[in-house]
DNA sequence: TCCTAAGCGAGACGGTACGTCTTGTCTTCCA
DNA sequence: TGGAAGACAAGACGTACCGTCTCGCTTAGGA
């Protein structure tokens, strides 16, 4: 079921502004890059910038859909082990290990808030998912539900965040193991 | 010796100028206030405006200096009991409910991404100071001080933050209660 | 000798296109009206329209060359009666009356400066061969030639666009008497 | 009675853009000048140019009436002689004479159509006021009074254009004395 | 009491990015 | 193989903010 080769030809106009937003993200942060950077870089007319994306905003979150679909491919092909929280997290860490500069630029300093506040639905969301069976065996929970996962999803991310901005000096099983160590005993000792 | 009339009125503007901010934060996000809203709303010249603070920016750092300097001159008054993270935050969750408006502009979600940036790094500092007696036992912990720093002080701000967003639904007692919960079992097995 | 069905399909894509043109030129005038706005009107693609035409006023110049051939034709066929500029100007206003839709496009206040400007040229260069044989008896005249010719194009002109844009409240033979009685005189008593 | 200073200021940006337009049009015409072309020749912000005038159309405007008012000016200053056309004709004549940039900025070949057809309302007006007494001997004039303002002045407008775009060979009364000659006589017949 | 310096409002200004619009070229596919 | 469809580069348009500036008005505090 071959592609059209008109499709062909916009799929690769959205890959060079996608790129060119990328590369410039971890040249001088999202928020200074401007849409005029991108279409220059990209060597793109500014009218076909528009055709493809409403703004700069929706070029990065099309970056984020990029990855979010790259992840889910990622998840789908490991060997289901536990569905504990810690395990999807290692999946995480070793997908940021190989896709490093989409993750940089998605989820670094440099990739500005926006991102984060995506990825924390995704992640809560993900993580819902994940936990479904694990109901709560406690009837009045010391935490709602809710903030935990918002803890969790949070302290994650923090993990996340500093290991990309400080050049990844552990591996990232070593990283997971770390998160494990300091959110397991909480959750569980709430958990039962 | 009484302040110069002088000197009281630019206190004036200032205050006038960041009561401005404040409000429209809390109307319409930060990132969506213009100084021209400001000015507008603070019933200043647009040149006193850039006299005052260099950009609306400045503007807004000046908000987080007077939640920091009110923050100290509370912590100050406050009985010194115990020197853990827990009691701290406890303190910092008083001070959030006695300073609301302040606290939702600031790191509220309508505050973007800058003031949680600073009072991340400005926590982080605090909780150095604030541990810096409880030295490490181990020689080689598991978990790097920074990451643990950074970890804890992530996992406060998510808390916080969910609170000052969803309308406070549990005291902020409670509120440490569950930090606690979550957190100190980890950090202690980290710290023996 | 049949033409080639070929030439015929480009023969009518022409008229396709020079019919949407004239029609926008009476909804909206010649400067409102788009490229785009031609080949949706005349549902050809963009690039059959350059194949065609270089640009918008290359088309529109089309239609007055259409306006000039059929004119001609119709010149050709009168009997001649003489060779003043009031029996040519005559010949025009019947001609305009005939083919109304076409002359208001064109020469009418919706049809732009552009056709008015080649339509001074064009009856200059007609009114100069009319004239040939009836050369100046004075060697000096008190209005040279070309001022003459380029006065009596403007003033001709200027009553067929009125008479156009005004719903030609009097018929055609009226139009040009009034134009004899206006200009007939002054131009008598110069060349004596 | 002194302007203010930020009046002052005001003119001044305006002088500046009206004449960087003026000069743009006698170099590539009316309808080659892009905005960005003015500003950059007068040395103004984008936003400047759009505090001052909607468009370039409305620049371009502003030089009409400056044109009006200089030349009503001029009027008004000149000994009442007759009030027939063509001593009228001949006022217009010698201002165009004394200020050869503006009038041929607006009424030459680069000048676009634009100012012509406001040149031709205003002209029928004025003509219209300088004839009021002089109304129609006939009651049912072979021409009919619009018809004939029309005429009149579509002839010397094209006298007036002609000269402007041809270097002015002949001097301003030479001219009025071949539109006397060209038209008085028509015009006479008419109105007996 | 004057007067001189500073705070201030008002807002013009140059500059830059935005999102929209139109043009003329180019490529692909279909009948 | 010609034409429909439409992606594309180029660049002008009019709008929105920004940070700088110039101008007068007011209002002290020192002469």
């Known amino acids: 079921m071959p592609e059209k080769n008109e499709d062909r030809r916009i799929q690769r106009t959205r890959k060079l502004l996608q790129d060119a937003l990328l590369a410039l993200i971890l040249e001088k942060g ?6 005029q950077d991108v279409i220059d870089r990209a060597n793109v007319g500014r009218s076909t910038f ?21 992840f889910e491919r990622h ?15 290692l999946v995480i860490f070793k997908h940021a290990q190989d896709n490093l500069q989409l993750y940089t630029a998605l989820a670094g300093k440099q990739g500005g808030s926006l991102a ?3 990825l ?14 694990q109901s709560t065996k406690k009837d009045n929970p010391p935490v709602p539900p ?30 997971n193991e770390m998160f494990r160590q300091l959110t397991q005993p909480g959750v569980e000792s709430i958990l039962q």
């Open 30 to 35: 999202y928020e200074d890059v401007t849409v």
């Open 116 to 118: 984060l506040t995506h």
């Open 75 to 89: 998840l789908l092909s490991q060997p289901a082990t536990d569905t504990s929280p810690w395990s999807l997290s």
């Open 120 to 133: 924390q639905t995704y992640l809560s969301a993900l993580l819902r998912t994940h936990l479904k069976q």
């Open 146 to 175: 809710e903030i935990l996962a918002h803890y969790l999803v949070s302290a994650f991310m923090s993990l996340l965040t500093w290991w990309l901005d400080n050049n990844r000096p552990y591996s990232a099983e070593r990283m």
């Open 50 to 70: 528009y055709a493809h994306f409403q703004d700069k905003e929706s070029l990065f979150l099309s970056e984020f859909e990029t990855m979010r679909t790259l």
